[in-house]
């Protein structure tokens, strides 16, 4: 189950923030985000080596999407089409609302249920698959919302329910002074919560050949400005490095 936080501020100088843990299989290799996709130039995102696709990639039109799986559909399935080739195709699009249409206009069925995030600096959208039917599409709000592999801000999961408040109480992150210290201190969190235990843990240790692998920071510019931050293995604080964005990116 991995996890996506955006803060959405419209008007500000950075109307969008995204940080996000993805939790995976250990032995499921994978790359750093990069332009990966000679057939998609431009787009960056971290290369999952098993299916060529991604959970995370940002666009040249500025439309970052990111892909989670929904409760008892980790992993591939016989028949079904990997799950990281939506991100690509979100990002391909020239903002949030067209990749928003395109995906909605897929065949559901032909992949297993997942969760999606697609935004830009001025929309953002939920979209749920759940492995049958149209894809269905939910506005995402002004203000911070946490996404894991319930719905936005769903109090029975309990992550949203243990950390929402705390991103909604610590302060926003400053991308043009290079200060990310609260989120950045979130996402490292670790400690079992005195309810929920290990399920509302944000930063999972490895069990059973499975934990939180690498973790992003994310924000886009009100002029077209993007800066990604972004940490190898499980987040900790003073970790996470400033990747290099193309110039149709960046």
């Not at 998609?40 to 039109?61: C, E, F, H």
């Not at 610590?170 to 991308?175: E, I, L, M, R, S």
């Not at 670790?190 to 930063?203: I, Q, R, S, Y």
């Amino acid at each position: 189950m991995c996890t996506v936080i955006l803060l959405r501020r419209p008007g500000d100088a950075w109307p969008l923030i995204i940080a996000a843990n993805r939790d995976e299989r250990l032995d499921r290799a994978w790359d750093p985000p990069r332009a990966w996709w000679p057939d998609r130039p431009g787009i960056v995102g971290g290369r999952d080596r098993s299916a060529g696709g991604t959970w995370m990639a940002l666009g040249t039109g500025g439309v970052v999407a990111a892909v989670l799986n929904r409760p008892g559909s980790l992993g591939p399935a016989p028949g079904k089409r990997s799950r990281g080739e939506l991100p690509l195709l979100a990002a391909s699009e020239a903002d949030a609302a067209a990749a928003m249409r395109r995906l909605r206009a897929l065949p559901g069925a032909e992949w297993r249920p997942f969760n999606m995030v697609v935004a830009d600096s001025r929309q953002a959208f939920f979209l749920r698959g759940l492995g049958a039917g149209p894809l269905e599409v939910m506005d995402l709000a002004e203000g911070i919302a946490m996404v894991t592999a319930h719905d936005p801000n769903d109090p029975d999961s309990p992550r949203i329910r243990r950390h929402l408040p705390r991103f909604r109480a610590a302060t926003p992150p400053d991308p043009a002074a290079e200060n990310w210290r609260d989120w950045e201190a979130l996402l490292a969190d670790e400690t079992p919560d005195a309810v929920d235990g290990a399920a509302a843990m944000l930063n999972i240790a490895p069990v059973a050949g499975f934990g939180t692998v690498c973790s992003s920071l994310l924000a886009l510019g009100a002029a077209g400005e993007a800066t990604w931050r972004f940490c190898p293995g499980r987040p900790a604080s003073g970790r996470f490095v400033p990747l290099k964005l193309p110039a149709s990116v960046a």
